[in-house]
């Protein structure tokens, strides 16, 4: 039982370590309000899908805000904290309660919870920037969630069809 526990405790931090190195590593700047846009969704998705709902949610939520911690962005680092769990615990809802027995639950979970993240960062920023930046990072946050979400399809395709993301995923502990 123990080494099943410290084997999902070193996958959580290492999909929490590959959230935070695709945040920071590939990132186009967003000049409105100085922030970026990056990949860090696709390791989000895929850590939701070995890890499970819970330990998906942790390493998505640390991991991003571990990003903005260290890259200097401080003042997201608490609305990137709830907003990325929200979106990776929304994610492993529909993957694991609501639609557990369908082959794309993924996909419909990902596109909420990418849904969500760009509607809290929109309100996260019309607070910090007002309504009209806001409204204006909505294109780049929607591009970065479908970015994530086209990466992500690939990954668990190739993962799936080599028959490792089954392998992974048995392994885990709930």
């Known amino acids: ?5 410290m084997q999902t405790l070193v996958k959580t931090a290492l999909m929490m370590a590959l959230v935070y190195i695709f945040t920071t590593t590939f990132k186009i700047p967003t000049p409105l309000t100085g922030g970026y846009t990056h990949l860090g969704d696709c ?19 640390f991991g991003a805000a571990l990003a903005d ?12 904290l709830i907003i990325k769990g929200i979106m990776a615990f929304t ?14 639950n993924w996909l419909v979970g990902a596109v909420c919870g990418g849904l969500l993240q760009v509607l809290g960062y929109a309100v996260v920023e019309a607070f910090i920037y007002g309504i009209g930046p806001a ?3 909505v294109p780049a946050n ?3 969630t479908f ?8 990954i668990i395709t190739v993962l799936s069809r080599a028959h490792v993301l089954q ?5 885990r502990v709930s």
């Open 135 to 137: 409204v204006a990072t």
């Open 147 to 154: 970015t994530g979400i086209v990466m992500a399809a690939v």
């Open 1 to 5: 039982m123990r080494d099943v526990k």
């Open 142 to 144: 929607l591009g970065q």
């Open 43 to 61: 390791m989000i998705f895929l850590a939701v899908m070995l890890l499970g709902r819970k330990n998906g949610t942790i390493a998505a939520a």
């Open 91 to 104: 994610m492993g809802t529909f993957v694991e309660k609501i639609m557990p027995e369908k082959k794309l």
């Open 167 to 171: 392998r992974l995923r048995d392994s």
């Open 69 to 80: 911690l260290l890259g200097g962005y401080v003042v997201y680092v608490v609305p990137t």
